[in-house]
């Protein structure tokens, strides 16, 4: 199973990608790159922040075109508190979230069940 990583914070994209040793996972720290990595490389699933500098994760969610397959296999992780932007972005969506911390089993199952539909 292929995993994109995207998180600004470089011990989380390490941590994460540790957790899902199963997994082929490939890091990138921006939305901007995991736009670039999408249009050259084939994911079965994304794991990425919520909150990043320049370009969010639902920004990122969004720009995905609308029948995409990964608009099914998107998992987002997040810490704190979310701009009331995200927060109505995520009321509006079906995509799932992780809190961080948040447990290496529960990361390992949200991956699992997202790729296997």
Do not use: W
Not at 14 to 27: F, G, I, P
Not at 63 to 68: C, F, V
Request: aromatic content about 6%; some cysteine; proline content about 4%.
């Amino acid at each position: 199973m292929r995993v994109l990583i995207i998180d600004d914070d470089h011990s989380m994209r390490v941590t994460t990608a540790a957790s899902l040793e199963h997994c082929d996972t490939h890091m990138v720290s921006s939305a901007r790159e995991a736009i670039a990595c999408l249009a050259t490389m084939q994911f079965d699933v994304v794991v990425c922040d919520l909150v990043m500098p320049e370009m969010t994760g639902a920004e990122l969610y969004a720009a995905l075109p609308s029948d995409s397959p990964l608009r099914d296999r998107f998992l987002f992780m997040t810490g704190g508190s979310l701009p009331v932007a995200i927060e109505s972005f995520l009321a509006l969506t079906s995509v799932k979230v992780l809190r961080k911390p948040f447990r290496v089993d529960d990361l390992r199952e949200a991956v699992r069940t997202l790729a296997t539909g």
